[in-house]
């Protein structure tokens, strides 16, 4: 059964932006927030952002603070990843996922559910 899924990855050149899209077929009261990760080959997967579904909290990695904005739709179950000034270094597998808790947040390892991913490209 696949629970989320990922959507909007492709090929962009440096300076441009990209939105990504995570469609949430959870129920609701099944988890507490979604988190945006990214794993870039030959490196391990690290967080982008977060976001609590019910009080829309947001948390981002300072790698992305003020080039990425996360957001979520309550009545579409949808999170989105609004990604600006991209950069050559953002190229990555992008993956939402979805926590019950908010402790770590921003450790992969809280995370239950997983997308399948979606590939950024980001050319210099």
């Known amino acids: 059964q696949v629970r989320l899924v990922e959507s909007g990855g492709g090929l962009v050149q440096a300076g441009d932006s990209l939105r990504l899209s995570c469609t949430v077929s959870?129920?609701?009261?099944?988890?507490?927030?979604v988190g945006w990760f990214r794993q870039a080959p030959g490196k391990e997967r690290e967080f982008v952002a977060a976001i609590t579904w019910s009080g829309g909290r947001t948390y981002y990695a300072d790698s992305v603070k003020g080039r990425f904005t996360i957001s979520r739709d309550n009545a579409k179950k949808m999170v989105s990843l609004q990604m600006n000034s991209l950069k050559p270094e953002d190229t990555a597998v992008y993956y939402c996922?979805?926590?019950?808790?908010?402790?770590?947040?921003?450790?992969?390892?809280?995370?239950?559910?997983w997308g399948q991913g979606t590939q950024v490209t980001v050319s210099s």
């Open positions: 996922a979805a926590t019950t808790t908010g402790a770590l947040i921003s450790r992969a390892g809280t995370y239950n559910d």
């Open positions: 959870l129920r609701t009261f099944d988890f507490y927030a």
